[in-house]
Each structure stands twice: as structure tokens, then as C-alpha cells.
């Protein structure tokens, strides 16, 4: 069974570009979530799909970040326009069933300069 | 608010035993959960714990105590392939997204 995958794994952008990550969760699960991790800082939650839609997206951190889900299978992150607090390490999460352990991507490691 | 504190780093010896702890404050609490990542790679589950005691599995043990909020992660017979960073993780009740302490740099050395 492949895991969840993310690309690309390295992005390095010029502050006021765009930039879009993706996630491919594991087959089948219903379940997605996106968090990031800022250099010498703890993982923190962006947001939460179940299929397609938002169950919580109170981590986002402002309107420049646009998550979306279409169809319920990837999901793409958007940054537009990039700033240089945005760099940082984007992880991707599935599970199955609401509450289960969370199965992690390597992350997109993005630079913003 | 929600506070997770654990060691920034350990080292320990090969066949060694080592205990990385993870405290926390949590507005509420519906279970603890310990990752492993490598750098560069992806943080991959090693235990849940949700009622207070041990749970174990091969070579490493979790133990929680609600009332103390703690938690602690055993790991024995270090190898050197357990250089990594350990990640503390708390659920709160009715929300599924995880709260992530800044995780242990474990450095086993022979």
C-alpha cells in the first residue's frame, strides 16, 4: 500500500510569488490534513478535510493560504503571495476514520526569499 | 491554551536504555501520541496512549498519567538506527487535529 505522498519535496520561490503543494493521501482515506512546521517551531495544524469539504480550518493562517479538495482524493495547498514567514516544512496526513493515528507525507520543504 | 514541553536533546550509548518525557497542559485531552521522524522523512506512528499506564510494543514503551500529564517514551536496546527525533502529540476531545511538542533529538552513539 503506498503511503501518502506530497510534491513537490523542495520549493524555493521569491517572496510575492505562488506557490501550490500537493498531497496524494493514502487510497481511500476519507480524512486530510495539512500542517507545518517553522524552523525551530513545533508542527501545527493548517486544516482538516473530510472528503471534500473543511471540518476545520482554524490553523490557517490568513487569507493568503488556500486549501481545497476537489473530488475528495489529493489536495492542493496554494500560497499566493508568498512570504518569507511562510518557509517552512508542509506536511500532509490521511486516516481512515476520524481519530485514528495519523499517517504522514515527508513533507514539502519550502524556501521563500 | 495547549503547552507540550519535552527535551530538546538526548544522547545515549548503543544498548542502552533511554526515557525521552513529554509533559503537557491541554484545554482537554483525548489521547497522547509518540512519532518518529528522520530527518527529512516522514514522522511514523510508534504508540497511542489514551488510559493511564504502559504500553508496549517490541522495543519501545509508552506510558501515560493523566492526572500528571505526563507521558514518557522508553525506548531499549538503542540502536543506531534510533537517531531521530522523537515527536510528543496531544488530541483534544471532539477535535482530531494534533497539538506537537517541539519533539527530542535522540543521538545514539556507539
Known amino acids: 500500500e503506498a503511503g501518502v505522498t506530497q510534491f513537490p519535496s523542495h520549493s524555493v520561490i521569491e517572496k510575492g510569488q505562488t506557490v501550490t503543494l500537493r498531497c496524494d493521501p493514502i487510497?481511500?482515506?476519507?480524512?486530510l490534513y495539512w500542517y507545518r512546521r517553522v524552523m525551530g517551531k513545533e508542527i501545527k495544524f493548517l486544516l482538516h478535510?473530510?472528503?471534500?469539504?473543511?471540518?476545520?480550518e482554524s490553523g490557517m493562517p490568513n487569507n493568503r493560504f488556500l486549501a481545497e479538495r476537489t473530488g475528495g482524493t489529493y489536495s492542493t495547498l496554494k500560497v499566493q503571495p508568498a512570504e518569507l514567514e511562510d518557509s517552512g516544512v508542509y506536511f500532509c496526513?490521511?486516516?481512515?476514520?476520524?481519530?485514528?493515528?495519523?499517517?504522514f507525507g515527508p513533507g514539502t520543504r519550502l524556501t521563500v526569499t | 491554551g495547549q503547552n507540550i514541553d519535552q527535551p530538546t536533546e538526548m544522547t545515549a550509548t548503543e544498548g542502552a536504555i533511554v526515557q525521552i518525557n513529554c509533559t503537557y497542559q491541554?484545554?482537554?485531552?483525548?489521547?497522547l501520541f509518540w512519532y518518529q521522524q528522520h530527518a527529512g522523512e516522514a514522522p511514523t506512528f510508534l504508540s497511542y496512549?489514551?488510559?493511564?499506564g504502559l504500553e508496549e510494543k517490541g522495543r519501545f514503551s509508552s506510558f501515560l498519567s493523566r492526572s500528571k500529564g505526563y507521558s514518557y517514551l522508553l525506548l531499549k536496546e538503542l540502536q543506531m538506527k534510533d537517531s531521530a527525533s522523537y515527536l510528543c502529540?496531544?488530541?483534544?476531545?471532539?477535535?482530531?487535529?494534533?497539538?506537537f511538542g517541539k519533539g527530542t533529538r535522540l543521538s545514539v552513539i556507539a
Open positions: 491541554t484545554s482537554g485531552f483525548n489521547g
Open positions: 502529540a496531544v488530541r483534544d476531545p471532539g477535535n482530531t487535529p494534533l497539538v
Open positions: 496526513a490521511s486516516t481512515l476514520r476520524t481519530g485514528d493515528e495519523q499517517y
Open positions: 487510497s481511500g482515506h476519507d480524512n
Open positions: 496512549n489514551v488510559l493511564d
Open positions: 478535510f473530510v472528503k471534500e469539504s473543511k471540518q476545520d
